[in-house]
């Protein structure tokens, strides 16, 4: 017989383990690893770091990017930019995102060029990196000259293609912490080696052991859907972990937990989880189970589930209560207004208050609260209203 663990257990030991209660943690990597890796585009990488580290400051995480280079961006599960530590890139390369071929194939058909072209352009493109500064996509572009194979699209295909065979990396981006616009250099200039192969099956239960140090405990089904595998990939992972996963019933559904942590999951009470976070969109905390109500309960009532997620998934920036979404928010971090529109009467103001104070010391800017009217399904607004999900719907 399984052990029986609560969802209440379960939400408020994820949410000590991620920083998102108890005292947070103490610095980027620490939460790098505690998330699996964090979301990886501006601004949701400094925001997310932000609920989790006391104190965090933009430049934090700028320093390890950029500075110590200790962790990196890059394409890994479901073919999503995370941040993630550079002794774990061998196992994301190798089971994670699409296959290397498979990359090849699909951005030559796009791009209107052969895999020989394909190729041929890619090393053109690493050519033009090396011993050069980083460059953009614009950049490269003009490094190269007109003579250039393919339709409009080629060039940034490759670029991606490059980033998938761990061959060029994103490096500091231009503009403000909220800038998405990324120079390019070779991952070995940047790096200062290639990434090791690795075995497939050994990266996968690797990816497994580090999802249940984040998630768990989490089921199958959870861990199939954040990884992006098949369920012929994400069995064999999960077995392969031996005695260091043991199986739990979550509520009567089978799950899995790390047996190292038991101790620790069985000691913990739902009042564990309690406090007040400003999560945004895409934070890894809502987006680490499965895209369902019934895989997201423990964060969302099913009633709020359309107005956290939209069709497909995406979760939008919530305001987070002892683990349960109770809002949403939006930051104009230019007009130094944190808009929110709670779920209901119940959400503690003086908690929220502090938690943007907090927010505008790690950006930079002095927050004033506004609050919103409940806000309605995602699906009233127009498309991407999860990217805004207060005044897109005005």
């Not at 505690?34 to 585009?41: H, R």
């Not at 700028?62 to 890059?74: A, G, I, Q």
């Not at 069709?311 to 109770?326: C, L």
Request: hydrophobic fraction near 40%; include cysteine.
């Amino acid at each position: 017989m399984s052990l029986p663990v609560s969802v209440g257990q379960a939400r408020a030991h994820v949410l000590r383990k991620q920083g998102l209660a108890g005292d947070g943690l103490k610095s980027v990597p620490a939460a790098v690893d505690a998330t699996g890796g964090v979301y990886g585009t501006a601004p949701t990488c400094y925001l997310s770091c932000a609920a989790r580290i006391p104190g965090f400051q933009v430049a934090d995480l700028d320093h390890e990017l950029y500075t110590e280079r200790s962790v990196v961006r890059l394409r890994a599960m479901r073919g999503m930019a995370y941040i993630e530590p550079l002794a774990l890139l061998p196992a994301l390369f190798a089971c994670t995102g699409e296959a290397r071929d498979k990359t090849l194939k699909r951005v030559a058909k796009y791009a209107e060029m052969t895999e020989v072209q394909t190729l041929a352009l890619a090393d053109r493109i690493e050519a033009a990196l090396e011993g050069c500064p980083p460059m953009t996509v614009k950049e490269i572009r003009e490094a190269l000259g007109g003579d250039l194979p393919g339709n409009r699209n080629a060039l940034q295909m490759t670029v991606a293609l490059l980033g998938r065979h761990g061959r060029i990396v994103r490096t500091r981006a231009r503009g403000t912490w909220r800038s998405d616009l990324y120079p390019y250099a070779r991952w070995t200039d940047w790096l200062g080696a290639p990434v090791e192969d690795m075995d497939p099956a050994a990266a996968r239960a690797e990816v497994a052991r580090r999802y249940l140090r984040a998630y768990g405990p989490a089921t199958a089904e959870d861990l199939k859907w954040w990884t992006g595998w098949t369920k012929r990939d994400t069995l064999p992972a999960l077995a392969a972990l031996g005695e260091e996963a043991t199986p739990v019933s979550l509520d009567g559904t089978d799950a899995w937990a790390l047996t190292d942590e038991l101790d620790a999951l069985t000691a913990t009470s739902p009042g564990d989880g309690r406090g007040v976070r400003l999560l945004p969109v895409w934070d890894s905390y809502f987006m680490g189970y499965a895209t369902k109500p019934a895989g997201r309960a423990r964060q969302v009532r099913e009633e709020d589930y359309p107005r956290v997620y939209d069709k497909i998934g995406n979760a939008t920036s919530v305001v987070v209560r002892d683990g349960m979404a109770a809002g949403v928010w939006e930051l104009d971090a230019d007009g130094g207004t944190l808009t929110v529109a709670p779920f209901d009467e119940e959400l503690p103001w003086d908690d929220v208050a502090a938690q943007a104070a907090a927010l505008g010391q790690a950006i930079g800017t002095e927050l004033k609260v506004v609050r919103a009217h409940v806000p309605g399904p995602l699906s009233d607004g127009p498309r991407n209203t999860f990217l805004s999900p207060i005044s897109l719907r005005s």
